[in-house]
């Protein structure tokens, strides 16, 4: 079974960075790509950003545009979201998520596996 494992939420003042990281193990694929996504107390769940297998394919939400970034080490099964320039409104549960395909998506019925979530606030 797989299992994702996020880290590095809290809490931080707006224009403040943040990194979170997940960690993926048990039973791995060995092309898969791995998502972002978050949600707000009262809101549905939201994509952030998404990369592909080999990295070098990725896409953003156009509210995180600019200020997030995604990256993956395959070597240690991890992918990361440094988040820059935080605004009270990127406050939410951020999730990561394993899609069984090298391609990927945005839509979150396209991924398999998710992590239970790591909040992040940002205060005004």
């Known amino acids: 079974q797989v299992q994702l494992v996020e880290s590095g939420g809290g809490l931080v003042q707006a224009g403040g960075s943040l990194r979170l990281s997940c960690a993926v193990s048990g039973r791995t694929f060995s092309d898969y790509a791995m998502g972002w996504f978050r949600q707000a107390p009262g809101k549905e769940r939201e994509f952030v950003t998404t990369i592909g297998w080999s990295g070098g394919n990725t896409f953003y939400a156009d509210s995180v545009k600019g200020r997030f970034t995604i990256s993956r080490d395959n070597a240690k099964n991890t992918v990361s979201l440094q988040m820059n320039s935080l605004k009270p409104e990127d406050t939410a549960v951020y999730y990561c998520?394993?899609?069984?395909?090298?391609?990927?998506?945005?839509?979150?019925?396209?991924?398999?596996?998710w992590g239970q979530g790591t909040q992040v606030t940002v205060s005004s």
């Open positions: 998520a394993l899609r069984r395909s090298i391609t990927t998506a945005t839509m979150s019925d396209e991924y398999d596996y």
